[in-house]
């Protein structure tokens, strides 16, 4: 196996682990954002924190393209004996092992946010999710790596072990269709909430806001002081197309507004 196929499998990993994360804790669960401890006075305003979290998925789709990319170059490590496990397994390790250095450097070492920011007990949250979503996956990915390397890695595929173009095609192609999908999962508000909170980066022409507003038919709640962050009124059934075509960046709903109340403020 080269050294494309085993990073890129790793990085595949790390990648996958990024949107778990984000996608659950930030905003399902919505337990914290990324910055949620720093104590600055600049990052405590929720525009900030929204901001900072679409960053961070930013950078978990350009680990996943590149990871992409270096398994699509190390394809030809495919023909050799159990490497699909292979890749198996250093996905597990990547994903187990990002969730390491995640508590251990980010919740520990720097202290820029917990699992559970509103828990008084927050090791135990952060021991829970690294036990769960670190050891688990990392000690997994282990077993099936020493279990696949026993053929030894050069050892010619067997008649049951050849490759199926076919099969590795359905393959790539579930895997392209799931980072898509989180994408897009990541891009909308949860169902059923008629009131979003929509953020609008600084300069965004108030002519195109009104136009986005028109388009989903919104009524305003509020307004930050600076005009990026908007709490908008929107029936269901238009959804929030309309506003990503006149230049919103994200939208969630106002019920992330309680997680965050006891350690963001708002600027009205």
């Not at 929204?50 to 394809?75: E, I, P, Q, T």
């Not at 390491?100 to 980010?106: I, K, L, P, Q, W």
């Not at 021991?127 to 990392?138: D, E, N, Q, T």
């Not at 997994?140 to 696949?148: D, E, F, Q, Y």
């Amino acid at each position: 196996m080269g050294w494309r196929l085993r990073w890129g499998s790793v990085l595949l990993g790390v990648a996958l682990s990024g949107f778990f994360d984000g996608i659950l804790l930030h905003q399902v669960l919505r337990w914290h954002h990324l910055l949620s401890a720093v104590d600055d006075p600049r990052l405590r305003d929720i525009e900030r924190q929204v901001l900072a979290d679409g960053m961070f998925h930013v950078l978990m789709y350009l680990l996943a393209v590149l990871a992409l990319w270096m398994l699509w170059k190390g394809r030809d490590g495919f023909s050799a004996g159990g490497a699909s496990q292979r890749v198996g397994a250093l996905v597990l390790l990547g994903f187990g092992g990002w969730n390491f250095v995640d508590v251990a450097g980010f919740h520990w070492a720097i202290g820029i946010h917990r699992v559970r920011m509103d828990s008084p007990q927050p090791l135990l949250w952060d021991l829970l999710w690294l036990a769960a979503f670190g050891a688990i996956p990392f000690a997994l990915g282990l077993w099936l790596h020493r279990r696949s390397s026993r053929a030894g890695p050069g050892t010619s595929p067997g008649a049951g072990e050849r490759p199926d173009a076919a099969r590795n095609t359905v393959a790539w192609s579930v895997i392209a269709l799931t980072l898509a999908g989180a994408a897009y999962w990541n891009s909308r508000p949860p169902a059923g909430a008629p009131t979003l909170l929509v953020y609008y980066p600084a300069g965004t022409a108030g002519a195109t806001i009104a136009r986005g507003l028109d388009a989903a038919d919104a009524r305003v709640k509020w307004v930050n002081a600076s005009g990026t962050l908007w709490a908008l009124e929107v029936p269901q059934e238009r959804g929030s197309e309309a506003l990503y075509r006149h230049g919103a960046w994200y939208t969630s709903e106002s019920f992330s507004l309680a997680a965050c109340s006891s350690w963001s403020r708002l600027r009205l």
